[in-house]
């Protein structure tokens, strides 16, 4: 089974602190992909890539960048973490182009206070 | 801006109920239709639907994708407390591989 991995399962992080979300999968997909999710907006695409050290904006990109150094691993950065960022951060990955079946890892309850 | 929208946001029913799930959507280059069950962690993949596979069933969950009335059903016969959840409808589109999602279904299924 694939398997995709989230550092932390619970954050807490102060206004203007710089916040690092990481994220690793074992099955050698192509694509990984962060999303948050918020009551009643459902998840919202933050950031994807297709490749290593390729990356797009998706829905909500504002406040977020991304890194993917290595394959396995892509990382989510909130530069300077505002209250309005308090959420659960999702990651996920699939296995390639045209190939839509995401596997998610457990998630990030992010708090900025 | 391609849009999902997923009925009722949340549901009651007792054990041994059948419910029935309802997705629609607006999108440009549909591709496909992905449900998804949330429980307290990470979503899991349920059923994908395409044009050449518009019905899918697995155990007591089924799913019907209707291109004509650009939505999808998702029923579970026979509900159980372990069907209680958040139901997640997703949409494919054009040749990008990511999903734009509804906002979901809270099921809650009581004894």
């Known amino acids: 089974d694939v398997k995709v991995t989230q550092s932390s399962r619970y954050l807490v992080k102060r206004t203007g602190e710089k916040v690092f979300l990481e994220c690793v999968q074992d099955?050698?997909?192509?694509?990984m992909f962060w999303y948050r999710q918020d009551p009643g907006l459902g998840l919202r695409l933050i950031y994807f890539?297709?490749?290593?050290?390729?990356?797009e904006k998706g829905d909500i990109p504002e406040g977020y960048s991304v890194s993917r150094e290595k394959k396995e691993r892509f990382s989510l950065i909130l530069e300077s973490a505002s209250t309005n960022q308090t959420s659960m951060y999702l990651c996920?990955?699939?296995?390639?182009?045209?190939?839509?079946?995401?596997?998610f890892g457990s998630g990030t309850q992010l708090s900025v206070l | 801006e391609d849009k999902v929208v997923q009925s009722p946001l949340s549901l009651v029913v007792h054990e041994g109920d059948t419910v029935t799930l309802n997705c629609s959507y607006e999108?440009?280059?549909?591709?496909?239709l992905l449900w998804y069950k949330q429980e307290k962690k990470a979503p899991t993949f349920l059923f994908m639907l395409?044009?050449?596979?518009i019905e899918k069933k697995s155990g007591r969950l089924s799913s019907i994708l209707d291109k004509k009335e650009l939505s999808s059903i998702l029923n579970i016969t026979a509900t159980q407390t372990g069907d209680s959840a958040i139901y997640l409808c997703?949409?494919?589109?054009?040749?990008?591989?990511?999903?734009?999602f509804g906002t979901g279904t809270r099921l809650q299924v009581t004894l």
């Open positions: 997703a949409v494919g589109t054009g040749t990008a591989s990511k999903l734009t």
């Open positions: 099955m050698d997909h192509e694509n």
């Open positions: 996920a990955s699939s296995l390639g182009q045209l190939n839509e079946k995401l596997f």
């Open positions: 999108v440009t280059n549909f591709r496909s």
């Open positions: 395409t044009s050449s596979g």
């Open positions: 890539s297709y490749d290593v050290k390729m990356k």
